[in-house]
């Protein structure tokens, strides 16, 4: 068997379990979105202001939104995923040459791997900024 036909058998395995995965998911899955108000009450962190939603989350626009999130998510989340794993390196590169110094590294770190990963609703409707790149760290001084 040829190097090239043995990869081809491997990733179409590894596209059908991820398809037989995903499949699972949204068959026997519940909408995070759905949950929200439970959520939030529970949580003293988020306050009902910040976190408006829709009336009615079964409503066919909470369900657009909810599918344009998801849609946006993947190439914007692969896009931030690398973008991340870049300042890693970087970050991990720059703390090597500087001689161990924690403050060249945290303010490459810092910003590239934080900062918004998923869309969620809130950023499409506007009630939220979608933050790419996160704020840099203040000064411990």
């Excluded at 300042?87 to 590169?93: H, K, R, T, Y």
Aim: aromatic share 8%; charged share 10%; glycine share 12%.
């Amino acid at each position: 068997m040829s190097t090239n036909r043995f990869l081809r058998m491997q990733a179409g395995r590894m596209l059908l379990v991820g398809a037989t995965f995903c499949t699972l998911l949204v068959v026997t899955g519940e909408s995070v979105l759905a949950h929200g108000e439970d959520i939030s009450e529970t949580s003293p962190s988020h306050s009902q202001s910040s976190l408006s939603r829709p009336s009615n989350l079964a409503s066919p626009e909470a369900a657009g939104l909810q599918a344009a999130c998801w849609a946006l998510t993947v190439p914007y989340g692969a896009a931030k995923m690398a973008y991340a794993i870049g300042g890693g390196i970087v970050g991990g590169l720059a703390w090597a040459i500087t001689g161990g110094n924690m403050e060249v590294a945290k303010s490459i770190w810092i910003p590239s791997m934080t900062g918004e990963y998923i869309v969620q609703p809130q950023h499409l409707t506007g009630e939220k900024h979608l933050y790419f790149v996160g704020a840099p760290e203040a000064p411990l001084s």
